[in-house]
């Protein structure tokens, strides 16, 4: 179950990636729908959810260390979130969603790598 959820969110990321390759201003928009404070929470739980899945599933990997390390960015970020605020939160997902679009593909590149290293460092885990 644990690797079931780890793919899952791997898969969004890619395609969060790949849409933004496609779309850079449909991802700025995508992103923009987060900045509520419901929006904020969803981002906690689904980062501290990543995070301990990752964490869990690490030693049965490709490259444990890595996903760990993964692990402990995405539940610090989880931690950190709420202890931002919601003022400087919206903030900041009000900048990003400004950038240029070269500035989108970039991030979305780096999405689409980490997601695709991801199900890569998984894929012997379901063996």
């Given at each position: 179950m644990?690797?079931?959820i780890v793919a899952v969110v791997s898969v969004l990321i890619v395609g969060v990636g790949i849409f933004g390759l496609i779309s850079p201003a449909g991802v700025a928009a995508f992103v923009s729908v987060w900045k509520?404070?419901?929006g904020l929470w969803i981002a906690v739980i689904v980062r501290l959810g990543f995070g301990i899945a990752l964490w869990l599933?690490?030693?049965?990997s490709r490259a444990?260390?890595?996903l760990e390390v993964l692990a402990v960015i995405s539940v610090s970020a989880a931690i950190?979130?709420?202890?931002?605020?919601?003022s400087r939160y919206q903030s900041i997902v009000a900048w990003w969603s400004r950038r240029s679009p070269?500035?989108?593909r970039?991030?979305?590149?780096?999405?689409?790598g980490l997601g695709i290293f991801i199900l890569w460092s998984i894929m012997i885990c379901s063996r």
């Open positions: 644990i690797i079931l509520s404070k419901t599933v690490a030693p049965m444990p260390l890595a950190m979130l709420p202890l931002i605020g919601i070269l500035f989108i970039v991030w979305s590149v780096v999405a689409l």
